[in-house]
């Protein structure tokens, strides 16, 4: 099963080794991994999707609890929470073929964010599963290139007790 | 444990301002360190010469790996703080192994290496290496230095992760310009780790579960770890398990938690433990463990392991709980705290049944070996140490056949006792891991139990046992094999002995060539009469016993198999 599990971390350096080190080590699988800094300079947020059992996420979760430099480990399964992922693409359709495209951006409420003669760059926000479906609509259109920023999540509703 | 109270000045009385060195040398005091093991280079001279005026303190190992070790047996056997210093680069990654040894078995060490220059890092300078990269994995913290203002914190720091919580080796990575550096004003000493909050005191619920479930029980039984000796709680253990009429077995680190004269003890458990202990763990229906981590070794076949058992468990690590084992109850928190609270909740039951079960198993299958051999069998000599020394020495090992005959023949009766590398099987610990462990104990008779593969790992700290005039005691048991791997080959390797069967030094001519004593012991006879000898010599003695080259070790739970399907060997 998909976790999302959110590490708040003293902002150091090493920290990012420190963790992915820790997942390499015990074997944990991970989907993604984001790290910025928090409003405190002196923390920053991961954002760990990471795959496995029940157990497996027992341990992810305390073994992330363990490191020095974690200072709070939560799991956003079964919690209602907004989850995010950034997306840029570049799509190879020349300026006489932009028409669906377009119409297609329009759906999944992407950006065009650049122009050239022979290609389009598209922004597209949103969960895992949307940035997914978008991707399969544009590979008949030629994907060029393509980046994401892997998920960053939070609980709705107020902000939870630390 | 406290957090020290007396921090250092940097500044003295004149306001003077003080190199990273100066500071390093300050905060080492405050912190109440009485013995660095260590060995200098280039990037550390200003370390070294901060401590040129209390080289009382230093022990100058032959190799960084016997400082690492050193400082880990003083650590085992003190209770305290190991400390070991070390340059960068080779210096640093010699180390490795010690630290790693030391983090499998949660002993407090802090290591403290030399860096290149922070102008320097990363440009592959001379005797560079991205130490804090390299030792992530086998500390528990580690942390590169970049600003003096922060090294008394960082070293305050360091100590207080070290010793608390389950504790663990801590690295500090300090750059040739930090300790060069002046700093002007007061640093700043204040640990600041807020991800850093170790639960110490149990769940009154938990507690009162595993107490209820403990005087519910009518088969239970305690497996200790070498937790309970971490958190100095031997006593409080032995309170219970009396109080509670409850038998207990131990690990290898649990050794010594109770006297194995009690009759509660069920001795050692696991892959070379006694059957006693084995077939009580897999018939109970209560396994209490403390500060133990269900490792392979203990549990065999993880499926069938105590299949008829409630598991409490009780483990200052949160990670521990149920990483291998299902348990029924945690408690998480100081293993002290946790059974002084046992003890008060726990009643007094007679269990009868229970202990004659156990005292059947313990008559069908004694410990022994063949006593009327006419070969020297190795657990005879340790029998005989053990003996000679009344159980009361410290005793270290190597790892391999040698280990496990130590820890089944010698009655342990007290904490801190056996000094052995459970978790990482480190060969070449017992002799370096003795000089910390004489250096932390002045007074006492150490022993290093060894085999000639082991010793030979790390022989050169002969030379530091007789520079600091250190008197252990080493006893090896010569075989002529890397016993343990040979014994395996012959069970399940049709008797291939691949790069097993080895040829050593004359071990009494090599200790004498290092300025201690040499004996050799070919015959059975002499066997105790060279222990006496070897006691009653000032200074480091090795003695070399030939023993029976392809004993082996019995009991034995095949890799993979369940307790109960141990083999007995010709014990049976």
């Known amino acids: 099963m998909r976790h999302i599990i959110s590490a708040l971390v ?17 074997g944990f699988n991970i989907d993604s991994l984001v790290v910025g800094e928090t409003e405190s300079p002196e923390q920053s947020r991961m954002t760990i999707v990471v795959r496995g059992d029940d157990r497996v996420l027992e341990q992810v979760r305390k073994q992330l609890a363990k490191v020095v430099a974690v200072i709070k ?52 926000t949103g969960p895992e599963d949307k940035i997914e479906a978008f991707i399969e609509c544009c590979r008949p259109y030629g994907i060029k290139e393509l980046a994401r920023t892997g998920v960053i999540a939070m609980t709705r509703g107020a902000k939870e007790k630390e | 444990m406290m957090a020290r109270e007396k921090k250092a000045k940097a500044i003295d009385s004149k306001g003077k301002a003080r190199t990273g060195a100066a ?51 003083y650590a085992r056997s003190t209770g305290k703080v190991g400390v070991v210093l070390a340059t960068s680069g080779p210096g640093a990654c010699n180390l490795i192994t010690g630290l790693a040894t030391a983090h499998m078995d949660s002993i407090p060490v802090v290591a403290f290496t030399g860096q290149v220059k922070t102008t320097l890092i990363g440009n592959d300078a ?21 600003d003096v203002k922060d090294l008394a914190r960082v070293m305050h720091e360091a100590f207080h992760v070290a010793r608390t919580g389950r504790p663990g080796p801590v690295l500090v990575d300090i750059p040739f310009d930090v300790s060069m550096a002046e700093l002007n004003g007061e640093p700043d000493e204040q640990i600041r780790l807020p991800g850093y909050k170790p639960q110490l005191t149990g769940n009154p619920r938990q ?27 031997s006593k409080l253990l032995r309170e219970l398990a009396s109080k509670a009429n409850v038998p207990v077995t131990t690990t290898l680190l649990g050794l010594g938690a109770l006297d194995q004269d009690s009759e509660l003890s069920l001795d050692m458990l696991g892959m070379h433990g006694t059957a006693y202990a084995n077939y009580a763990v897999q018939d109970c229906d209560l396994l ?141 610990f017992g002799l370096p891991a003795a000089n910390g462990a004489q250096r932390g104990n002045p007074g006492k008779v150490v022993i290093d139990v060894d085999g000639d593969g082991s010793f030979c790992m790390t022989m050169q700290e002969l030379i530091t046992s007789v520079n600091y005039s250190l008197p252990v005691k080493v006893m ?7 016993g343990m791997v040979r014994q395996w080959q012959e069970l399940f390797f049709g008797k291939r002995y691949s790069a097993t069967k080895i040829k050593s030094p004359d071990f009494a001519a090599l200790a004498r060539g290092f300025g201690a004593t040499g004996m050799v012991v070919q015959d059975r006879s002499e066997v105790r009469e060279a222990i006496e000898q070897s006691l009653a010599t000032e200074g480091p003695v090795v003695v070399d016993f030939h023993v029976d080259p392809e004993e082996n070790v019995w009991p034995m739970v095949p890799a993979g198999k369940s307790l109960h399907e141990m083999k007995m060997g010709p014990l049976a």
């Open chain 1, 10 to 26: 003293q902002n150091e350096p090493g920290v990012l080794a420190h963790v992915a080190g820790m997942f390499a080590a015990r």
């Open chain 1, 73 to 124: 480990v939560r799991d956003f399964s079964g919690v209602a929470h907004v989850e995010r992922d950034l997306m840029l693409v570049r799509l190879s359709v020349p300026a006489e073929r932009r028409g669906p495209v377009l119409d297609l951006i329009n759906i999944f409420r992407g950006r065009v964010v650049d122009v050239s003669p022979k290609s389009i760059l598209v922004q597209l």
């Open chain 2, 23 to 73: 500071i390093f040398r300050q905060t080492l005091e405050a912190e109440g360190v009485d013995t660095i093991f260590g060995y200098p280079g280039g990037v550390v001279l200003p370390i070294f010469d901060e401590l040129y005026e209390s080289l009382d303190k230093f022990v100058l190992t032959r190799h960084e790996q016997g400082a690492a070790h050193a400082a880990d047996g």
């Open chain 2, 126 to 146: 001379f005797q560079e290496a991205d130490v804090t990269g390299i030792s992530r994995s086998v500390t528990k913290y580690n942390i590169l230095v970049k």
């Open chain 2, 207 to 233: 507690i009162k579960a595993a107490a209820e479930a403990l005087n519910a029980s009518k088969r239970p039984v305690i497996y200790v770890g070498g937790g309970v000796i971490l958190a100095n709680a």
């Open chain 2, 288 to 428: 209490l463990a403390v500060g133990a981590r269900f490792e392979d070794r203990v549990t065999g076949n993880l499926a069938e392991f105590a299949p008829k058992a409630k598991i409490v468990h009780i483990d200052v690590d949160p990670s521990s709980i149920s990483k291998n084992v299902k348990v029924d109850i945690p408690v998480v928190g100081d293993a002290g705290n946790i059974l002084e609270a046992l003890v008060k909740l726990a009643e007094h039951k007679g269990r009868k049944a229970w202990f004659e079960q156990i005292a059947k198993w313990k008559k069908q299958y004694p410990m022994g070996y063949d006593r009327k051999s006419s070969k020297i069998k190795p657990q005879y000599v340790v029998e005989q140490i053990c003996e000679a020394t009344k159980g009361q020495a410290i005793v270290t090992t190597g790892v391999g056949q040698h280990q496990m005959w130590t820890a089944q023949f010698y009655k342990w009766k007290f904490p801190r006792q056996i000094i052995s590398s459970g978790g990482l099987g480190t060969m070449g």
């Open chain 2, 476 to 482: 090896i048991m010569n075989n002529g094999y890397l």
